[in-house]
């Protein structure tokens, strides 16, 4: 028994929460992901135009501390608390891409909250420096 601390141990597969079914302008499916990170790693990552995005893991949808923070920042800027989970879903639904010829109307129809939360959930998401911007440019602070 002394060489059982020697044995490698196995990591458990990561939980799946999330499916990102990522479109492009013509509804031809680009893919179906796990992750934002796997979207945005996506050898076709330019050419989505929408992603939706749909809770998947086990049980019930418990937003992981993250998750909380990014809420609770969209609730302070004015989105209406009380529908957390919901509040989530678009918070990392805006996180995934925006098409750029729409890319101002989708923000605006995100609204500052959304966006806000985005960044604080995707500080490093690709478009995080667009986000920063378009705020700026709407006057939220």
């Given at each position: 028994?002394?060489?059982?601390?020697?044995?490698?141990?196995?990591?458990?597969?990561p939980?799946?929460?999330?499916?990102?079914?990522?479109?492009?302008?013509?509804?031809?499916?680009?893919?179906k992901?796990?992750?934002?990170e796997?979207?945005?790693?996506?050898?076709?990552?330019?050419?989505?135009?929408?992603?939706?995005?749909?809770?998947?893991?086990?049980?019930a949808?418990?937003?992981?501390?993250?998750?909380?923070?990014?809420?609770n920042v969209?609730?302070?800027a004015?989105?209406?608390?009380?529908?957390?989970?919901?509040?989530?879903?678009?918070?990392?639904?805006?996180?995934?891409?925006?098409?750029?010829?729409?890319?101002?109307?989708?923000?605006?129809a995100?609204?500052?909250?959304?966006?806000?939360?985005?960044?604080?959930?995707?500080?490093?998401?690709?478009?995080?420096?667009?986000?920063?911007?378009?705020?700026?440019?709407?006057?939220?602070?």
């Amino acid at each position: 028994m002394a060489g059982d601390d020697k044995v490698a141990k196995e990591r458990p597969e990561p939980l799946v929460r999330y499916q990102f079914t990522c479109t492009a302008a013509d509804g031809s499916l680009i893919g179906k992901f796990s992750s934002l990170e796997e979207v945005w790693a996506s050898t076709r990552y330019l050419r989505i135009t929408d992603c939706l995005v749909a809770y998947v893991g086990a049980g019930a949808h418990v937003l992981t501390a993250e998750e909380t923070a990014a809420v609770n920042v969209a609730v302070a800027a004015g989105a209406p608390a009380g529908q957390q989970t919901e509040l989530c879903l678009r918070i990392i639904r805006a996180c995934t891409r925006t098409d750029p010829r729409t890319l101002n109307a989708a923000l605006a129809a995100y609204g500052v909250p959304i966006v806000k939360g985005a960044l604080a959930l995707a500080p490093l998401a690709p478009q995080a420096a667009v986000f920063t911007k378009w705020l700026k440019a709407a006057g939220a602070k």
